[in-house]
Each structure stands twice: as C-alpha cells, then as structure tokens.
C-alpha cells in the first residue's frame, strides 16, 4: 500500500502487506496530509474502493476535501444511482463513450 502526492514523484508513505489485509488504510491518508508543508493543503482524493469505509469518509470531510472514491457496482449501489438526477456516462478526452459514469455538477 502506498500514499503518494500525484504532483510531485515521492512516496509519502508506504506499507507492505502479505496477502488479502485489510484495515490501517486511515493510517496511509493521514501520513499525506501530516507531511504537507505549513501553508499548503490537499484539494482533492482518489482513492479504490477499498477506501469505502465510513471512517474515511469522515476523516476527509472533515479534511473539507474533495473526495472520489471507487465502488463496486453491485445491486445497492446501482439502485442509489438510480436516484441521482445528475448522474451519465463519462465519455473520454476524444468523446467516445466509456463503461463509466460520472456525477455532473
């Protein structure tokens, strides 16, 4: 497991594991944002599906960032999409249509 900043080339916290472990994952979030220099904040988190844990969530709201986590599409999730108004296929750079979709703002 590793914690990097995507504009600058450096790890800022790493975690070898063996095998399927799980859990410690806000321990590699917060290692970002303790190395931060004085002045200086993160906008904006990517972060796979692992991550979707309500402690991660609260932790970076309360960080005021924002946040996109991955999610496996399964029956709950399709159905919490079906209610959200805003929500479209994600056509790339080119405009060609993806297995994706995206919230609009």
Request: hydrophobic content about 45%.
């Amino acid at each position: 497991m590793i914690t990097t900043f995507k504009e600058i080339p450096i790890i800022i916290y790493h975690e070898f594991r063996h095998g399927n472990v799980h859990g410690g994952l806000l321990k590699a979030i917060e290692a970002a944002f303790k190395k931060l220099p004085r002045g200086k904040r993160i906008k904006f988190v990517v972060l796979d599906s692992e991550y979707y844990t309500a402690e991660i969530i609260n932790y970076l709201s309360e960080q005021n960032v924002t946040f996109i986590i991955a999610a496996d599409k399964d029956s709950a999730v399709i159905e919490a999409i079906r209610g959200i108004k805003n929500w479209r296929p994600f056509r790339g750079r080119d405009g060609v249509l993806t297995d994706r979709e995206i919230l609009v703002a």
